[in-house]
Each structure stands twice: as structure tokens, then as C-alpha cells.
């Protein structure tokens, strides 16, 4: 079982960027944590990805399809611009979930949209780092469930 996970633009800045809303961990930090919470998880492989150019994005997800079991994303602002990102998520099928560090649902109105949660089964906002560890043990339960 493998999970790929994408992280959007600015998430390599995490620990610099913004920490009283990101907090001070680093991308290093969210890399570990998703590989240590994959492990746990069942997943036998665990990929972390980023980028800070769309169709970079678009490209990592097409790429899960026959490599991949499922994704995990956080599309940081392109989640409340791409129809991209939508289209590539539905395009390839992969049950994926969408992870948010802040609780955006509380931030601005621009980021009360969510395209690419339109393709997803479940979006976890709000609780840091650690959400990345709580998609991933969704997207497992989900993935042997299937079976
Ligand atoms: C974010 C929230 C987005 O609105 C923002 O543009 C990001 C990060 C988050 O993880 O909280 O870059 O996706």
C-alpha cells in the first residue's frame, strides 16, 4: 500500500512562514511526521511531495495513477484557485483527502472555497502538522476497508 503526499506552495517555508498561524515546525518536521504516521498507519511506502507551481501539482497527481493508492494533499492556495488540481483529482479516481494545517474555515472569506475538495472524501483543517498523521490514518482505514 503506498500514499503519496502533496503539499502545495509555501509549505516548503513552514517553520519561517507565518508561525503564529503555521506553527514553528519545519517541512523536514512534516515529512517525518508523515512517513513515522504512514508506517504506523500500514502503508508499506509513503512519498512527500511539494511544489510551488501548479501544474507541478497537476503533474504529481496524474503520476499517482498505477503508482499510488491513495493521496493525501494540501494544495495550500491553490486550493481556492485550481480547477486544475479539481480536474487532476477526479481524473485519476484515487480516494484522496485534503489537509489543511490552519483552520481556514476561520480565515478570510477567499479561503472559504475549497476546489479540490470537490474530489475529496474528507478534509482535516485545523490541527497542524499532526493533520497530515490523521489523514493518513483515515486514508488507510479507508483503503483496507475497500479491500
Ligand atoms: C493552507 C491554508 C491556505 O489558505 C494557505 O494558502 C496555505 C496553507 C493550510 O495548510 O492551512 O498556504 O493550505
Keep these: 500500500m503506498k500514499a503519496l503526499v502533496i503539499n502545495g506552495p509555501n509549505l516548503n517555508m513552514l517553520g519561517q512562514r507565518e508561525p503564529d498561524i503555521y506553527g514553528r515546525r519545519t517541512y523536514d518536521d512534516l515529512v517525518q511526521i508523515c512517513q513515522d504516521a504512514g508506517r504506523r498507519a500500514g502503508f508499506d511506502e509513503?512519498?512527500?511531495?511539494?511544489?510551488?507551481?501548479?501544474?507541478?501539482?497537476?503533474?504529481?497527481?496524474?503520476?499517482?495513477?498505477?503508482?499510488?493508492?491513495?493521496?493525501?494533499?494540501?494544495?495550500?492556495?491553490?486550493?481556492?484557485?485550481?480547477?486544475?488540481?479539481?480536474?487532476?483529482?477526479?481524473?485519476?479516481?484515487?480516494?484522496?483527502?485534503?489537509?489543511?494545517?490552519?483552520?481556514?474555515?476561520?480565515?478570510?472569506?477567499?479561503?472559504?472555497?475549497?476546489?479540490?475538495?470537490?474530489?475529496?472524501?474528507?478534509?482535516?483543517?485545523?490541527e497542524g502538522l499532526d493533520g497530515y498523521a490523521h489523514a493518513l490514518e483515515l486514508l488507510a482505514t479507508h483503503l483496507k476497508d475497500a479491500k
Design 46 to 126: 509513503v512519498e512527500v511531495f511539494q511544489s510551488n507551481h501548479e501544474g507541478a501539482l497537476v503533474d504529481a497527481i496524474q503520476g499517482a495513477w498505477g503508482t499510488a493508492d491513495g493521496i493525501v494533499i494540501n494544495p495550500a492556495a491553490y486550493t481556492h484557485t485550481s480547477v486544475a488540481i479539481l480536474d487532476a483529482l477526479k481524473a485519476v479516481g484515487l480516494p484522496a483527502i485534503e489537509v489543511h494545517i490552519s483552520a481556514v474555515e476561520q480565515r478570510e472569506d477567499f479561503r472559504q472555497i475549497s476546489y479540490a475538495r470537490m474530489a475529496c472524501m474528507a478534509t482535516i483543517t485545523g
